[in-house]
Nanobody, 121 residues
Framework: QVQLVESGGGLVQAGGSLRLSCATS????????MGWFRQAPGKEREFVSA????????YYADSVKGRFTISRDNAKNTMSLQMNNLKPEDTAVYYC??????????????WGQGTQVTVSS
């Protein structure tokens, strides 16, 4: 069983930065790809970024490419999402997930509770 807990969300002005973290427990963390998804009010959950088991491969949604950076530390069982130059349209609940290295939410078997990110204009 893998448990995921997000932290680091909050309120920030447009152009600002936030760093989200995902702490995990479970023996198999280092074997799983990790991803971030987000869901804004009234919208479907969407893919943000993913990193493979080793951290060597990453993938980003076009909307965040060049602004967000995903990373992981298998020794500490953690994953992070550095978000720079935030825009109001980045406002959403951000979810950490573990599973396959993919962009579809159904490829991820484990999910955190989510952390709110609000970007004011």
């Amino acid at each position: 069983q893998v448990q995921l807990v997000e932290s680091g969300g909050g309120l920030v002005q447009a152009g600002g930065s936030l760093r989200l973290s995902c702490a995990t427990s479970g023996r198999f963390f280092s074997r799983l790809a990790m991803g971030w998804f987000r869901q804004a009010p009234g919208k479907e959950r969407e893919f943000v970024s993913a990193v493979n088991w080793s951290g060597a491969n990453t993938y980003y949604a076009d909307s965040v490419k060049g602004r967000f950076t995903i990373s992981r530390d298998n020794a500490k069982n953690t994953m992070s999402l550095q978000m720079n130059n935030l825009k109001p349209e980045d406002t959403a609940v951000y979810y950490c997930a573990a599973g396959s290295f993919a962009t579809e939410s159904y490829e991820y078997s484990y999910w955190g509770q989510g952390t709110q990110v609000t970007v004011s204009s």
